[in-house]
């Protein structure tokens, strides 16, 4: 049976959710809450499921079974969604500007163009990730740990709510890595609930509140099963 929580003013529930492709289970059927403010970071072995979970979570393919509900101050617009970069395009002709305001599209329900309200959540976003200085220029010429910055920038300028991020740190140094750390620790004491996927799992650990083990039976991780872990 899925819990009510009190204490939160949303959350995000799976119910029995089974998830996949071409009607094939990845794992069994699962039950999991998350509430506003947590930090989720999902864990488990290459193939078994986190990216498939994450992109149903997000909408962006059907459960096999079961359901994700959406519960109390919340809805679709407010989930910040960060893909992989392998599947992102990289050669994307537009300016920081562009891609991080490209983020509210969404909110644009039947208006045909931006207005001031998006204008100033992109300008937000980027003064949040500290992208003044490079905002008219081209995407495509960025580092990857600077056009991670400005994913990111678009998935806030999107949604604070909830940023759901695939491997955030993939193809960025070391340096970049912890930055992009500090800044989900910042994001998450604000207010954002953050779920990640990531392999570095004693520094995503050090944040997390929260260890999703992805596996045939998805779940929490026991505080046992969190030592051991951050042990490997
Ligand atoms: N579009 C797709 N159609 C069919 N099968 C897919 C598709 N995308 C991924 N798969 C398969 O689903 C399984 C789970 O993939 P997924 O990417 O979710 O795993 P993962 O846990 O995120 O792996 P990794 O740690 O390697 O990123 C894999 O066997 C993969 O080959």
Known sequence: ????????SFSIICEGLAVGYSGKPLCNGFDLEIN??????IVGENGAGKSTLIKTLV???PAISGKVLLRGDIDKSDIGYLPQQREMQKDFPAS???????GCLDRLGFKPFY???????????IRELDLEDIKNESFRELSGGQRQRVLL????????????LDEPITGLD???????????????QNGTTIITISH?????LSAANKLLIMSDKPHLASEAERKEVLDV
């Open 96 to 102: 920081v500007w562009e891609v991080v305001l490209s």
């Open 59 to 61: 909408g962006l393919i």
């Open 174 to 188: 070391p340096v970049a890595a912890a930055h992009l750390y500090q800044l989900l620790n910042r994001l998450n």
């Open 1 to 8: 049976m899925v819990r009510e929580s009190k204490d939160s």
């Open 153 to 164: 920038a678009r998935a806030i300028a999107g949604s604070k709510k909830v940023l759901v």
């Open 200 to 204: 570095d799992i004693s520094k995503a």
């Open 36 to 41: 506003n403010g947590d930090y989720i970071c």
């Open 115 to 125: 207005g001031h309200k998006e204008r100033k959540l992109a300008a937000d976003a």
